[in-house]
């Protein structure tokens, strides 16, 4: 079966981001040089001044350190939603330079849980309309000539939602934590909220100290969603929690 299922790596970051963010915020306030500033930051633990930092709300610091992450077996949709963050940067699998049709098989795509709850006889349906979808994906790729990116451009459109992509995302700290605050929230679609809970555990074991607080906005507050909020902040805490303390175990 091509369905898959998402996957988040953390490939690449900024080097003890905790001391970068320090140096940043700590130049802003000082007479000395980066050098002493440097070595400063580097001999003595920032976990207390990171903390006021945050607490101050001075947040440009934030931008200095960053975060970059493979993301796959997610769907178009998901694509829709996570490039709307202006604030990142991504490069997305082409669907023209990439053609659906695989010799071993057809595109991959991703099944909703809430379609597979529904039982076998709805997820083979699920799975049969995936099947039309690349035959007529494919008599599209043979009526334009079969001529690679071309053909490709034209043809993907009668592809679903649920097609697969895949992308690199790279975010500062200070977007993470507003892409947290609002896809890490139960409001947020099921797919990129999980997407962003993966992303945000690797956050956290890479830097506890900075991001231990990251998440929905209801981890420091009240809940911002008004009529709308999901009225479960006390369970979001308390999975925000676990998650930590399983991150301190390891
Ligand atoms: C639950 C949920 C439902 C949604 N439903 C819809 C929907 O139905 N339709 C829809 O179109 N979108 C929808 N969205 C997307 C939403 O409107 C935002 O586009 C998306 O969440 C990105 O947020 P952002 O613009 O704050 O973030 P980013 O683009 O990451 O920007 C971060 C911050 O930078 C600042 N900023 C960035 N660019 C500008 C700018 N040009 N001018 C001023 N300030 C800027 C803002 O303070 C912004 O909050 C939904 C989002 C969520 C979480």
């Avoid at 101050?56 to 975060?67: K, R, W």
């Avoid at 909703?112 to 007529?136: C, D, F, N, S």
Wanted: hydrophobic share 40%; aromatic share 8%; glycine share 4%.
């Amino acid at each position: 079966m091509p369905a898959v299922t998402p996957k988040v790596e953390l490939l690449r970051y900024s080097p003890n981001p905790e001391e970068l963010i320090a140096l940043a915020a700590k130049l802003c306030y000082s007479h000395a040089d980066v050098e002493d500033l440097r070595q400063g930051v580097e001999s003595k633990d920032q976990t207390k001044f990171i903390k006021r930092l945050m607490d101050m709300g001075h947040e440009s610091p934030l931008e200095h350190a960053s975060f970059t992450f493979a993301i796959s077996g997610v769907s178009r949709s998901l694509l829709a939603q996570i490039t709307r963050h202006r604030i990142a940067s991504f490069s997305v699998q082409s669907q023209r330079y990439v053609g659906q049709r695989h010799e071993e098989g057809e595109f991959n795509y991703i099944l909703p849980p809430a379609i597979e709850a529904l039982g076998q006889e709805a997820v083979q349906k699920y799975h049969e309309q995936m099947h039309t979808m690349q035959q007529w994906y494919n008599e599209w790729v043979d009526a334009l000539g079969n001529a690679g990116e071309k053909s490709n451009e034209d043809a993907r459109f009668v592809l679903p939602n649920a097609a697969e992509t895949r992308m690199l995302v790279t975010m500062n700290t200070r977007e993470l934590a507003h892409f947290f605050n609002l896809r890490c929230c139960n409001r947020a679609q099921w797919e990129i909220r999980s997407v962003a809970w993966q992303m945000l555990e690797l956050c956290r074991k890479v830097s506890p100290v900075l991001f231990a607080n990251y998440g929905p906005s209801c981890l420091n507050g009240a809940c911002p969603e008004g009529a709308k909020t999901c009225g479960l902040a006390k369970e979001v805490r308390a999975k925000s929690d676990a998650l930590n303390a399983s991150i301190a175990e390891e």
